[in-house]
């Protein structure tokens, strides 16, 4: 299999959480962020963009084989972590899986399906995570030859220009449910997601 790193995305502010820290929740008996990275280390080798220390996440990776990268720039938005990470990223990858660190019911088998698309579907440049219904989601995989578009984006709306612009180069690949865009950026998605587990 080629090498395609996983790029979690961990450097947000939490901003709509009044206070809390929606990575360092307790899911599972861990924060989501360290249950996030060991459901991709199952898949890849794995990149963490991290805001800059003191910051509890690092702890919460503590012990965890990864490659933790500090983005100075956080507060800029999401591409500032992506073009840090995308930098450790070794010169033989051929790919690279873009990963949010706050969506909860991603699983290791969704992540390996995503993967295993990018051998199935070869002649696209963008492999991408999708509900059961096929609304696009996470995670994505981009195509080494669109690393360098990748580095040179700015703010905070991820890379969606990338992908508007290679729209027929597009796969999406449907996974269980809506396990591909749920995420939870308030007390209150916390509250009801939590009361939806099986207890």
Known sequence: MSLIPIILLAAGQSSRMGGADKLMQIV???????????????????IVALPPPPHPRYDALDGLDLNKVTIPNAAEGMNASLRGALAQVPDDATAVMILLADLPDLTEQDLRTVRQS?????DHLIWRGATSDGKPGHPVVFDKSLFSQLSQLTGDAGA?????AQTDKVHIQPLPNGNALLDLDTPEDWAKWRGTRPK
């Open 28 to 46: 599972d008996g861990m924060p989501l962020l360290r249950r996030s990275a060991l459901r991709a280390m199952a898949v890849g080798p794995v």
């Open 118 to 122: 990018v051998a199935d579907h070869p």
């Open 160 to 164: 969606q220009s990338i992908v508007k």
